[in-house]
T-cell receptor, first 115, second 114 residues
């Protein structure tokens, strides 16, 4: 298995532009997570889905952020309009429901820079 | 979910055991202790988890005190590739704590020295 796939790996954009980050979870995993990591705030869980349905989005910072999961193999995190303070590394992760291990497999991340 | 406290940084000599402590004094009876690590520029990686009993797998051992208020992750023979930030997380299974900057905490930055 190729693991969790994220694209793009790096994104540089100007303030005010729309940014879309993409994630393909591991096949068969029914949970998908979006995280944001910055030096100031560390690793924060933004939202997670179970069977393509958003379960908890209380970590999404504000209305400029939205996430969708149209099917089991694809999810997007959109920022519109983007601001310099959104600069961070965004990770996607997936896991299986079964058992207590609940191991999350993380993707390589997307490094977003908003100028 | 309980908050955890870890030392900011630690050093360990290559080949020696690395013992990483974690305090979770407010842990509840049903909450598990999970350990992840993050090597520079990569996503976090699961290491091990436990409830009450000590656990061991191919990567590490987890020692949980009898009162469950603290735990220690042990890397038995540290290598240079074990240099990473190690996160101790306490939570209920199938529940993740969104919107909480302390969910993963700041972790312990372990440096394995040649």
């Amino acid at each position: 298995d190729a693991g969790v796939i994220q694209s793009p790996r790096h994104e540089v954009t100007e303030m005010g532009q729309e940014v879309t980050l993409r994630c393909k979870p591991i096949s068969g995993h029914d949970y998908l997570f979006w995280y944001r990591q910055t030096m100031m705030r560390g690793l924060e869980l933004l939202i997670y889905f179970n069977n393509n349905v958003p379960i908890d989005d209380s970590g999404m910072p504000e209305d400029r952020f939205s996430a969708k999961m149209p099917n089991a193999s694809f999810s997007t995190l959109k920022i519109q309009p983007s601001e310099p303070r959104d600069s961070a590394v965004y990770f996607c992760a997936s896991s299986l429901t079964g058992g207590l291990r609940q191991e999350q497999y993380f993707g390589p991340g997307t490094r977003l820079t908003v100028t | 979910d309980a908050k955890t406290t870890q030392p900011t940084s630690m050093d360990c000599a290559e080949g020696r055991a690395a013992n990483l402590p974690c305090n979770h004094s407010t842990i509840s009876g049903n909450e598990y202790v999970y350990w992840y690590r993050q090597i520079h520029s990569q996503g976090p990686q699961y290491i091990i988890h436990g409830l009450k009993n000590n656990e061991t797998n191919e990567m590490a051992s987890l020692i949980i005190t009898e009162d469950r208020k603290s735990s220690t992750l042990i890397l038995p023979h540290a290598t240079l590739r074990d240099t990473a930030v190690y996160y101790c997380i306490v939570r209920l299974p199938r529940r993740w704590n969104t919107g909480n900057q302390f969910y993963f905490g700041t972790g312990t930055s372990l440096t394995v020295i040649p």
